[in-house]
């Protein structure tokens, strides 16, 4: 099993850019499809993102699309998340998940998820 650590959380202004890190130990990540998903306080956590063992396909949620971007290194055995034009409603605990399969969208597909890290946007 892969053990994730996720880092780059922070306070940001709304408009601001953020690059969360999604870092892996433990097996190589080109084994998995690797997905971003974020909570907010009394939610549920929801998909943001998701990339293919390759980085080839990319896919996100219609609330983020055209301002984040996921990419992922398998020689450094990471993924990122660039967040740009960053709103107040981005504020949530973000999670990086491993999965094997290819139903990227839901949470419950993800074998792996890392501890979480904070963004919070300010307006």
């Known amino acids: 099993q892969v053990q994730l650590v996720e880092s780059g959380g922070g306070l940001v202004q709304a408009g601001g850019s953020l690059r969360l890190s999604c870092a892996a130990s433990?097996?190589?990540?080109?084994?998995?499809?690797m997905g971003w998903f974020r909570q907010a306080p009394g939610k549920e956590r929801e998909f943001v993102a998701a990339?293919?063992?390759?980085?080839?396909?990319?896919y996100y949620a219609d609330s983020v699309k055209g301002r984040f971007t996921i990419s992922r290194d398998n020689a450094k055995n990471t993924v990122y998340l660039q967040m740009n034009s960053l709103k107040p409603e981005d504020t949530a605990v973000y999670y990086c998940?491993?999965?094997?399969?290819?139903?990227?969208?839901?949470?419950?597909?993800?074998?792996?998820w890392g501890q979480g890290t904070q963004v919070t946007v300010s307006s």
């Open positions: 998940g491993a999965t094997g399969s290819v139903s990227y969208y839901y949470k419950t597909s993800y074998s792996s």
């Open positions: 433990g097996r190589a990540i080109s084994h998995y499809f």
């Open positions: 990339i293919s063992w390759g980085g080839s396909s990319t």
